[in-house]
């Protein structure tokens, strides 16, 4: 058995991100044309993909050897899960230890409260940005605001996410 292999059956992994509190791997993948996917993988997990993969949800691989479900599956419309961190900082406090991530396709930034497992989402929320878009990558700096990079038109930023003063 090759252990440098964590988990597989990945389509595009676009980011991960290790959880501090469980030492899962979170990681956001990006399918061809569908089932998108927030993944809590384990060591041996296998995520379904492979070269005859069909686009058919997340009951269309249950069969497959040791499948993981998503923790979240987007099948269509496919947003493109981007940037993926879990909140460990102070600014926010309501929000320590919830998994962030942003999406290409709609530039939504959204927080996922987890189980106490922390392998299932107990609900979803998307983060009100006031117009702006969470493209791409996200990390949290050492104040405990949220960092976020836009993209579009020439007119690409890295903007902050902190709370009101």
């Not at 923790?71 to 998994?99: K, N, R």
Request: include cysteine; aromatic fraction near 12%; charge should be negative.
């Amino acid at each position: 058995e090759d252990n440098s292999i964590y988990s597989y059956g990945f389509r595009n992994p676009f980011d991960f991100t290790i959880d501090p509190l469980s030492e899962h791997i979170f990681t956001a993948d990006v399918g061809p044309s569908c089932d998108d996917e927030i993944n809590a993988s384990q060591p041996g997990d296998n995520h379904g993909w492979d070269e005859n993969y069909e686009c058919l949800g997340v009951d269309g691989v249950a069969d497959v050897e040791d499948y993981a479900a998503p923790m979240l599956s987007y099948e269509a419309p496919v947003i493109a899960p981007t940037g993926i961190v879990v909140y460990d900082g102070d600014a926010f406090p309501e929000w320590q230890g919830d998994l962030f991530f942003c999406d290409w396709s709609f530039g939504n930034l959204r927080r996922v409260e987890l189980d106490d497992t922390r392998t299932e989402a107990v609900a979803v929320h998307e983060i009100d940005l006031g117009g702006e878009t969470c493209k791409l990558d996200l990390v949290i700096a050492p104040d405990g605001s949220l960092y976020f990079g836009t993209l579009g038109g020439g007119d690409s930023r890295i903007l902050r996410l902190r709370p009101p003063e």
